[in-house]
């Protein structure tokens, strides 16, 4: 049974950084690329941040410079870094897992991350 379970979310202010873990499951962790994704309301789920097999780094321009996403293949784990956080970063944030060469992808159920001004 495949699991990718958040946590981390809170609320925090302007400013100030959160640190969002994802555990997986039930699937080979080190083929899958790994990443963020988040949606806030009213608007379109977007990508975040993702972190490829072989370590390859992208991030939505909005979040260059502030986040920093990483992954453990030992712990099959993935984790974002996020400071000087802004209003704008709210949004609930969704933990993300695919294989390229198929296709196949997995969501976690989503964590709520809110900053207030």
């Known amino acids: 049974q495949v699991q990718l379970v958040e946590s981390g979310g809170a609320l925090a202010h302007t400013g100030e950084s959160l640190r969002l873990s994802c555990a997986a499951s039930?699937?080979?962790?080190?083929?899958?690329?790994m990443g963020w994704y988040r949606q806030a309301p009213g608007k379109q789920r977007e990508m975040v941040a993702l972190?490829?097999?072989?370590?390859?780094?992208h991030y939505t321009d909005s979040v260059t410079g502030r986040f920093t996403v990483s992954r453990d293949n030992a712990q099959n784990k993935v984790y974002l870094q996020m400071s000087s956080l802004k209003p704008d970063d709210t949004a609930v944030y969704y933990c993300?897992?695919?294989?390229?060469?198929?296709?196949?992808?997995?969501w976690g159920q989503g964590t709520q991350v809110t900053v207030s001004s």
């Open positions: 039930g699937f080979i962790f080190e083929i899958y690329d």
């Open positions: 993300y897992a695919k294989r390229t060469s198929s296709g196949r992808q997995y």
């Open positions: 972190v490829t097999t072989g370590g390859e780094i």
